[in-house]
């Protein structure tokens, strides 16, 4: 089975832009969510998807939204981006009824 | 207030020793937790998990053990390898309460491995 993908790998945006970041989860698994890597902050959860239908949300401003389609695929928004949004964003899947999840190799953000 | 703490920010131990990593939780709904082991600008991979209905698993050269009523729980490595050398990160869930698909991480703890 392939694993997570996510695209793309790494990305330059500059302070106020938006970005869009997508996420293709394992075949079969139906629930997605993000996570950002930063070094002060380490692993924090996102959001999760479920069936097209956010289950989910950690405590991240509402810059950051996302969404899942019927095919499970999902993306991540971050809109008015800020210096403080450089980060590794981590996307993981799973069957949505067991809690292992597997993650993507990420997508390396920097903001300047 | 962190939930999940890895204590220790690495370890180094010799090839062929056990590698015992830590971790701590203050949240006692968690019922789920996961191992994963991370390299630099890769994703995290998952190792072994364990419910709270039990208290050892096991899988291959990975032992995950799990002391509920001190909050604990350990991931023994044995025997270790150079390669095993890695950022090692602790996560737990609380699904009972309808949190599924949010793990909650440790700090993480690099092991490294000497041949």
């Known amino acids: 089975k392939a694993g997570v993908t996510q695209t793309p790998r790494y990305l330059i945006k500059t302070r106020g832009q938006q970005v869009t970041l997508s996420c293709s989860p394992i075949?079969?698994?139906?629930?997605v969510s993000w996570y950002q890597q930063t070094p002060g902050q380490g692993l924090q959860f996102l959001f999760e998807?479920?069936?097209?239908?956010?289950?989910n949300k950690g405590n991240f401003p509402g810059r950051f939204s996302g969404r899942q389609f019927s095919n499970s695929r999902s993306e991540m928004n971050v809109s008015t981006l800020e210096l403080g949004d450089s980060a590794l964003y981590l996307c993981?899947?799973?069957?949505?009824?067991?809690?292992?999840?597997?993650f993507g190799p990420g997508t390396r953000l920097l903001v300047l | 207030d962190q939930q999940v703490k890895q204590n220790s920010p690495s370890l180094s131990v010799q090839e062929g020793r056990i590698s015992i990593l830590n971790c701590d939780y203050t949240?006692?709904?968690?019922?789920?937790f996961l191992w994963y082991k991370k390299y630099p600008a890769e994703g995290p991979t998952f190792l072994i998990s364990?419910?709270?209905?039990?208290d050892k698993n096991e899988d291959g050269r990975f032992t995950v053990f799990l002391n509920k009523s001190a909050k604990h729980l350990s991931l023994h490595i044995v025997p270790s390898q150079p390669g095993d050398s890695a950022v090692y990160f602790c996560?737990?869930?609380?699904?009972?309460?309808?949190?599924?698909?949010?793990?909650?991480f440790g700090q993480g703890t690099t092991l490294q491995v000497k041949p």
């Open positions: 993981a899947s799973s069957s949505g009824t067991e809690e292992t999840q597997y």
């Open positions: 075949s079969g698994h139906r629930s």
């Open positions: 998807y479920f069936s097209e239908t956010q289950r």
């Open positions: 949240n006692s709904m968690f019922d789920y």
């Open positions: 364990i419910s709270s209905i039990k």
């Open positions: 996560a737990a869930s609380d699904q009972g309460s309808g949190n599924t698909g949010k793990l909650i």
